[in-house]
C-alpha cells in the first residue's frame, strides 16, 4: 500500500474520479496549468483538457455559482476556493443557494458539487490565509461538510463527496497537506459522510477533535502516557452532520471530555460537541466538559510568536488532559 | 394572437393574486403587469422544450408562456400542497418547475446570473444545442454577480442571454441613483458583446432583438444582453406604496405605456381582431382565472410533516 500526504491523495483522489466520470469538472483560479497553488491539480490540464480544467477569473461567487449552475444541468462540478480565507465573496452561493436546491425545489433540483476549500492556521498565513470558515457551513440545513485530516479519510471522504447528489464542503487542512502521510489504498473506497471515528482508544478521557489537531491531540495524547492518563481521541471527520453517536459513546465510556480545535471557541464545532454531551451523558459525567482553542482574536497573527501563541499545540493539549484527569 | 391571450390571461391572474392579497389569501406578490409584452415575446423567441429558463419573480407571463397553468401559479400565491415549483416551501414562483426547465431559485438579487452561465457551460461542454435565458431587473444589474457572470459567460462564449427587463426601478431607487450611465445595454460592450436596448412594450422589437440573440447563441458566438424598457404599472409588490416615490406625474405616464393597451390598439387597428374578439378575450380569461381561483381555493395546504422533505438526498437528518 503506497504512502502518501494529503495533497497526494487529493490529487489522486481528483484524477481516478475524473477519469471515471466525465461529467466531473474541475473549475477555480489557477488550477489549470499552475496545478493549483498546492498542485492538487498538476498535470491535470495535460491529462483532462482545458474543457474539463477551467482556470476561472478571480471571483469566488462565480466560482461556485457557475459551478452551481453547471451541477443543476447534469455536471459534477469541483469549485476550488483558493484559500478558505477567501470564500466569503461566495458564501452567498453556497449557503444562500447550493444548500438549498433540493430543498427550495421540492427536489425537482439538485445540485451534486464538491467545494473544496484549503483552510487553517500555523503555516504563517497571517490574517488572510489561516481561518477556519468551517462554523457558517456547518450551521446550514442542505450542506454537507467534512474535514478528513489524514491522507486515508481524505480519499475516502472526497470519493464520497464527488459521488454525493448534494453539495459537500471538503475542507482540507493546509499544514496537513504535506505534513500528514499515511498509506492509502490504490483501490477505490469511500467513506460515509457523518462517521466519526476513533483514532486511538483509551479509557480515561475523551478528546474529541478534526483536522490537523487531530495530529497533535495525537501527539498529546502520546505524551499522557507517561502520566498514566489513557486518552481516547475521536475524529470527528465530519461537521455536518455530526455523528452523534461516536461521541456520546467515547464519552459515556471514560466520563470525561475534552474538546480541541483551532478555531475560535465561541459558537463553534466545540460548542455543539459540548451540546451533544450535556444533553445526553450527563450522567455519565465526571467532570466538566472541557474546551480548548485559540483565544478570541481575529485568527491569527503574522507574528511567529504570536502565531505560536495563538494556535493550540500538542504541549498546551497535553496540560489540558493533565489537568482535566486530575479533577 | 396566441401571445395576446397570453398576455391578457397574465393580466386577470395577476390583478387577482392582488385581490387575494388584499383579502388576506395570499402572503405576498408581485405584479408583471407593464411587463407582459416583454416576456411573452421573449419565450416565442425561443424553444421550450430544450432551453433554460432561469426567472425572477416578477415572471407571471414568461411562467404562462412556458406552460405552466394559472392553477399552478395560484397554488404558489395560496401556497397550497400541489404548488409544483415548491410545494409552498418558497414565495410564489420561486423553485423549480417538473415540465419546463425554469427556476429560480432564490429571492437574493442578481444570483441566477453566474448559474446561467454555468447552466451554459453544461450545455456547451456536452455540445448540447440548447440557449440559457436569465431574466433579472434593473436593480440586479448594480449586484456584483452580475458582472461576475457577464464576464465569465464572454470568457466562455456560452450561450446565454442576459434579459433584463428594466422599469426603472429597484423598488423605489430610480435608475439615475443606481448608474451613471443612460443605457444597461452599453455595459455589454466592456464584456465583448452585443447589448442592446428595445421597447420592451413592443412585441415585434423584443422579438427581433431575442432571435439576433438565440441565433448568435446557437452558433456559438456567445452571449447578448437585451435591455427591455417596461412599466412596472404597480407597487415593487403588494407590501408596497408606490406612491411615496413615484412622482403622480410619472405615474400617470404610464397609462400611454401599458402594453396590453397597447397590443389591443394595434390588433384591432390592424383588424387582426375585432372589438367584440378582444371583448371575447378578456371575458375568457377572467372565466379562466375565476375557474382556476374556485378549483385553488378549496385545495389543502400542506401537511406540516412534509417540511422534512428533500434537506438532503435519502431519509435526511432531521427528526
Known amino acids: 500500500m503506497p504512502e502518501l500526504s494529503v495533497i497526494e491523495a487529493v490529487r489522486e483522489t481528483m484524477r481516478s474520479e475524473m477519469r471515471r466520470d466525465s461529467s466531473i469538472i474541475l473549475m477555480g483560479e489557477d488550477v489549470g496549468h499552475r496545478g493549483g497553488v498546492f498542485l492538487a491539480s498538476d498535470g491535470f490540464v495535460d491529462e483532462f483538457g482545458e474543457d474539463r480544467v477551467i482556470d476561472t477569473p478571480l471571483a469566488e461567487s462565480s466560482i461556485c455559482g457557475v459551478a452551481l449552475g453547471a451541477a443543476v444541468n447534469g455536471m459534477r462540478p469541483i469549485a476550488e476556493i483558493q484559500f478558505a480565507d477567501f470564500v466569503w465573496p461566495a458564501i452567498n452561493q453556497l449557503v444562500g443557494e447550493a444548500a438549498r436546491v433540493r430543498y427550495g425545489t421540492n427536489g425537482v433540483k439538485t445540485a451534486p458539487m464538491t467545494v473544496r476549500v484549503p483552510y487553517g492556521g500555523g503555516v504563517r498565513g497571517g490574517l488572510y490565509h489561516s481561518q477556519s470558515i468551517e462554523v457558517l457551513f456547518a450551521h446550514t440545513p442542505g450542506l454537507s461538510v467534512v474535514a478528513p485530516a489524514t491522507p486515508y479519510d481524505a480519499r475516502g471522504l472526497l470519493t464520497t463527496a464527488l459521488r454525493s447528489n448534494d453539495p459537500v464542503i471538503v475542507l482540507e487542512h493546509k499544514r496537513t497537506y504535506r505534513l500528514a502521510k499515511g498509506e492509502v489504498p490504490e483501490e477505490e473506497y469511500s467513506i460515509p459522510i457523518g462517521r466519526a471515528e476513533v483514532k486511538r482508544e483509551g479509557s480515561d478521557i475523551s478528546l474529541v477533535t478534526y483536522g490537523l489537531m487531530l495530529h497533535y491531540s495525537l501527539q498529546a495524547a502520546e505524551m499522557a502516557v507517561g502520566q498514566g492518563i489513557d486518552v481516547e481521541v475521536v475524529d470527528l471527520r465530519t461537521l455536518r452532520p455530526i455523528d452523534a453517536k461516536t461521541i456520546i459513546e467515547s464519552v459515556s465510556k471514560t466520563g470525561k471530555a475534552l474538546i480541541v480545535q483551532e478555531d475560535t471557541p465561541a459558537i463553534s464545532v466545540s460548542s455543539e460537541v459540548a451540546a451533544i454531551i450535556g444533553e445526553n451523558c450527563f450522567f455519565d459525567l465526571d467532570g466538566p466538559i472541557t474546551r480548548l482553542g485559540p483565544p478570541e482574536i481575529p485568527p491569527m497573527p503574522f507574528s511567529p510568536v504570536q502565531e505560536a501563541a495563538f494556535m493550540p499545540s500538542p504541549e498546551k493539549i497535553f496540560d489540558a488532559i493533565v489537568r482535566l484527569a486530575a479533577i | ?319
Open chain 2, 1 to 319: 394572437m396566441e401571445l395576446y391571450e397570453t398576455m391578457v390571461l397574465s393580466r386577470y391572474l395577476d390583478q387577482r393574486v392582488w385581490l387575494l392579497n388584499r383579502q388576506g389569501k395570499a402572503a405576498i406578490a408581485a405584479s408583471a403587469q407593464g411587463h407582459e409584452a416583454t416576456q411573452v415575446a421573449c419565450i416565442e423567441a425561443t424553444d421550450p422544450s430544450k432551453d433554460h429558463y432561469l426567472i425572477y419573480y416578477r415572471q407571471f407571463t414568461a411562467m404562462l408562456a412556458l406552460g405552466t397553468e394559472p392553477e399552478e401559479l395560484l397554488r404558489g400565491f395560496l401556497a397550497r400542497a400541489d404548488d409544483p415549483m415548491s410545494a409552498a416551501r418558497q414565495f410564489p414562483l420561486h423553485g423549480a418547475h417538473p415540465r419546463v426547465d425554469l427556476f429560480n431559485f432564490s429571492n437574493v438579487i442578481a444570483t441566477q446570473l453566474p448559474q446561467a452561465a454555468g447552466v451554459a457551460l453544461a450545455d456547451k461542454l456536452n455540445k448540447r444545442d440548447a440557449v440559457t435565458v436569465v431574466f433579472f431587473g434593473d436593480g440586479a444589474s448594480s449586484q456584483g454577480d452580475t458582472h461576475e457572470a457577464m464576464n465569465f459567460a464572454a470568457v466562455h462564449k456560452l450561450p446565454v442571454i442576459f434579459f433584463c427587463e428594466n422599469n426603472r426601478y429597484a423598488i423605489s431607487v430610480p435608475m439615475e441613483k443606481q448608474m451613471g450611465i443612460e443605457s444597461l445595454s452599453s455595459r455589454a460592450a466592456a464584456y465583448g458583446f452585443p447589448g442592446v436596448q428595445i421597447d420592451g412594450t413592443e412585441v415585434s422589437a423584443v422579438h427581433e432583438a431575442m432571435a439576433a440573440a438565440v441565433e448568435r447563441a446557437r452558433n456559438g458566438e456567445g452571449p447578448t444582453l437585451i435591455e427591455a424598457m417596461v412599466e412596472r404599472l404597480l407597487p415593487h409588490t403588494t407590501d408596497d406604496d408606490h406612491t411615496r416615490y413615484r412622482s403622480s406625474e410619472d405615474i400617470e405616464q404610464m397609462n400611454d405605456r401599458d402594453p396590453v393597451k397597447i397590443m389591443s390598439e394595434k390588433l384591432i387597428e390592424h383588424g387582426l381582431i375585432s372589438k367584440e374578439q378582444d371583448e371575447a378575450i378578456h371575458a375568457s380569461a377572467q372565466q379562466r382565472v375565476n375557474q382556476a381561483t374556485d378549483a385553488v381555493e378549496a385545495e389543502p395546504y400542506p401537511e406540516a410533516d412534509l417540511m422534512y422533505l428533500h434537506v438532503t438526498e435519502g431519509p435526511g437528518e432531521v427528526k
